[in-house]
């Protein structure tokens, strides 16, 4: 432990002399073409230090800037949780809220005749679902199955000699096992139970029907089914539990959890105003522009002037003026005795202003858009960040979604109880992770962490909160034979929890660590 008084140079020894020497003997250890991508690093200023394991320093600095890093997913117990869910999740129908069952080929192909009686459509059986790749081997291997096409991310091709995708792209790769006309003829049944039992065993349980018009697609599955409505989900992999991966993350939302709306109120900040006046805070005073010369053609159809308060324009002029309107209309001037025709083409201020922070490259338009708008929580997802099929996979009532929002008290208590809850098939599946998930909760709770959720977003945690959390992690990584150096890790701690995080630390020191304070 390194005391002394303030400015007196502890966090100096030990993060720019130790630290320092520590990182500089690692990366000497690389080649020479390694090292010239980290660049040089310059010796800390001291004769000799003998004895010196790897070095980690846990430093007390906020983790991740990223609005995607969450105290879940900086621990990791976020990634056995999805783990989790894929493998040990029950499947309940968003629709109905049945438990989904599975179904038999004879029940799929009733299915097919029933929704696709007289139409054109593809069989194919999913090989490949968003990995990387370039499958050059795949391909020829479907080759030699005698199969001639295959839907790469959406597009049928013909498969040719030596064919291969980009590697560095995630793919969805089926193959067309059979194109037919869907009649009732004794023929027709025949080959489409064939290609049923084709395209499962090569789709292993499942299969996709697009029909050929709509090009809309269908999956049947021998696992997963909604018993009334007919919907199916894919097999659960961990990243359809994800907010980071395209296959797991709300699409309204992106994963975030929170989208901006506009806000009428900072709109109109004072509806005692007129327009003329600048009552329409994005517009400003009136000006001689094309924006205000349609307000004026709206005014002539809603019978109100530029000058009059704004709470006294009808609540119809005021929903086409902030949401757009694209109409004609003619007015009968009775002192001149003509009638003149007016035209409104207005994008509406509420639609421009949500178009330019969502479209716009300019950041400093981006920034004045935003002046107008409030970060809320995404309507379809609810702030959980993820797809709707995510959150009814349950385990003991609990989507996953419910399980991030516990406080980490709670949750260490619902996995201590979860036991009795789970059937003889899940306990097999299970036990390693809830093993390690109890063990990563158990540290944070060491660390005076309890009162965290791991949908907490990283970027609001105070400097000691993210240290503790790093710390944790590394209890749970059970690394040996590593010099870990801690600045100052009891900031921010409540006095009772000082006696958990000394035990923490004696903890790492126990499993063959050196540890520097």
Request: with cysteine; hydrophobic share 35%.
């Amino acid at each position: 432990v390194i005391t002394g008084l303030s400015g007196s140079g502890k966090s100096s020894l030990a993060f720019d002399t130790i630290y320092a020497e520590g990182q500089r003997r690692y990366i000497e250890t690389f080649s020479a073409y390694a090292r010239q991508f980290l660049g040089g690093l310059e010796r800390p200023d001291v004769d000799k230090i003998d004895g010196l394991s790897p070095v980690i320093a846990i430093e007390q600095k906020t983790t991740s800037k990223s609005p995607r890093s969450t105290v879940g997913t900086i621990t990791e117990i976020y990634d056995f949780l999805r783990l989790f869910y894929a493998r040990a999740g029950e499947a309940y129908s968003y629709n109905s809220g049945e438990k989904m069952v599975s179904y038999s080929d004879e029940q799929i192909k009733e299915l097919i005749f029933e929704n696709f009686n007289g139409k054109r459509i593809n069989i194919l059986a999913p090989v490949i679902r968003s990995r990387k790749g370039h499958y050059r081997e795949l391909f020829e291997q479907i080759s030699k199955q005698g199969f001639v096409k295959v839907r790469v991310d959406g597009e049928i091709r013909d498969l040719e000699f030596g064919m291969k995708v980009d590697r560095y792209k995630t793919h969805d790769i089926e193959i067309v096992i059979d194109r037919m006309l869907i009649e009732n003829t004794e023929d027709n049944d025949k080959r489409l139970t064939e290609s049923i039992k084709t395209a499962m065993y090569h789709g292993e349980d499942i299969m996709m029907v697009i029909e050929q018009e709509s090009q809309e697609v269908r999956f049947f599955s021998r696992n997963l089914m909604c018993p009334s409505t007919g919907i199916s989900y894919p097999n659960p992999e961990p990243n359809n539990f994800s907010f980071n991966s395209p296959k797991g993350a709300c699409e309204h939302c992106n994963g975030l959890g929170l989208v901006s709306e506009v806000n009428l109120n900072k709109i109109i900040p004072n509806p005692k105003l007129s327009i003329k006046n600048g009552g329409f805070a994005p517009l400003g005073e009136q000006k001689n522009s094309w924006i205000f010369k349609q307000l004026e053609i709206i005014g002539e159809k809603f019978g109100f002037k530029l000058t009059d308060p704004i709470e006294k324009i009808s609540p119809e002029a005021i929903d086409m003026i902030l949401n757009g309107g694209n109409e004609k209309f003619s007015v009968v001037s009775k002192v001149m005795g003509i009638t003149k025709e007016y035209k409104i083409d207005f994008e509406g201020i509420s639609n421009f202003i949500k178009n330019q922070h969502d479209e716009s490259d300019s950041a400093t338009i981006k920034r004045w858009a935003k002046e107008f708008m409030d970060e809320v929580d995404c309507p379809v997802c609810e702030g959980t960040r993820l797809r709707k099929e995510a959150l009814y996979f349950k385990i003991n009532e609990k989507n996953i979604g419910e399980l991030s929002a516990m406080d980490i008290d709670e949750l260490s208590l619902w996995f201590q109880e979860l036991e009795p809850h789970l059937s003889e098939k899940q306990k097999a599946i299970a036990t390693e992770i809830v093993k390690e998930i109890r063990a990563r909760l158990s540290f944070l709770v060491d660390v005076g962490l309890n009162y965290l959720s791991l949908n907490r977003s990283s970027k609001s945690l105070s400097g000691g909160e993210a240290q503790r959390i790093r710390l944790a992690t590394q209890i749970g990584s059970q690394l040996v034979g590593v010099l870990y150096i801690l600045d100052e890790p009891s900031i921010g701690l409540h006095q009772r929890d000082n006696e958990r995080l000394i035990r923490s630390l004696e903890q790492l020191r126990d499993i063959g660590n050196s540890v520097i304070v």
